[in-house]
């Protein structure tokens, strides 16, 4: 088995000029300098999902969707995913949602981390999604990011988030340390139920 876990590092938000950008730039010096895992940018804006539209749960069924297929089928290459996402009306952006509506299988059991940004870091979005994520057994972490408050004033009206001081690399550290745990955790627990399965 391989110890390197690949994560996968979902921009969550799509409009001209998010914001999500000077996050992504910040969080990937700290994901692109760990030896247990590697990572790849999976922008929603790229996926170019449609607005869920189908005849029942992926879960159930397979999608007729393109680019939700791709998506789909994307997902299932990662050991956890790591969003980076921002707050709209207290909750996660539409977009994560949907990408999550979207794809059952390739979710299923793996640990979920976040990078959030607001006023309050996202906070609320990131509760919400943490909720979503437990229809798909995933896991998800207690290690979080949180850019808000004066972080997120200063970062959103140009200093660069790796300016703003060291005191976002501890929660970046635990939150990568905590992907790394489950990850492996929830690989072995998948191995051992196939093989209980076979025996
Ligand atoms: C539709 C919408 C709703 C928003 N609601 C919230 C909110 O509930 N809490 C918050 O902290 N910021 C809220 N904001 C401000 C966002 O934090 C800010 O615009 C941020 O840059 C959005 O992320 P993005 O630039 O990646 O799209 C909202 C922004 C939009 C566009």
New binding site residues.
């Given amino acids: 088995m391989s110890e390197t876990l690949n994560i996968g590092l979902i921009v969550?938000?799509?409009?001209e000029?998010?914001?999500?950008?000077r996050?992504l730039e910040w969080f990937e010096t700290k994901i692109g300098a760990r030896d247990d895992m590697r990572y790849e940018v999976l922008d929603l804006r790229e996926a170019a999902l449609p607005f869920f539209d189908e005849a029942g749960p992926p879960a159930a069924k397979t999608v007729t969707s393109e680019n939700a297929r791709a998506w789909g089928e994307k997902l299932k290459e990662f050991d956890g995913f790591i969003v980076v996402t921002?707050?709209?009306?207290?909750?996660i952006?539409a977009t994560i949602k949907n990408a999550f509506d979207y794809a059952f299988e390739g979710w299923r059991r793996k640990p979920l981390g976040t990078v959030g940004?607001?006023?309050?870091g996202?906070a609320?979005?990131v509760e919400h999604l943490r909720l979503v994520a437990i229809n798909f057994g995933m896991v998800p972490v207690a290690g979080a990011v949180s850019i808000?408050g004066a972080d997120?004033v200063k970062a959103?009206q140009g200093t660069p988030i790796a300016e703003l001081g060291d005191h976002l690399d501890g929660p970046a550290k635990t939150l990568l340390d905590d992907m790394a745990f489950w990850g492996q955790a929830a690989k072995l627990a998948k191995i051992e139920a196939e093989n209980r399965q076979a025996a």
């Fill in positions: 969550g938000t799509t409009r000029g998010r914001f999500a950008d996050a921002a707050e709209y009306n207290h909750s952006p940004y607001g006023g309050v996202a609320r979005a808000g997120f959103s």
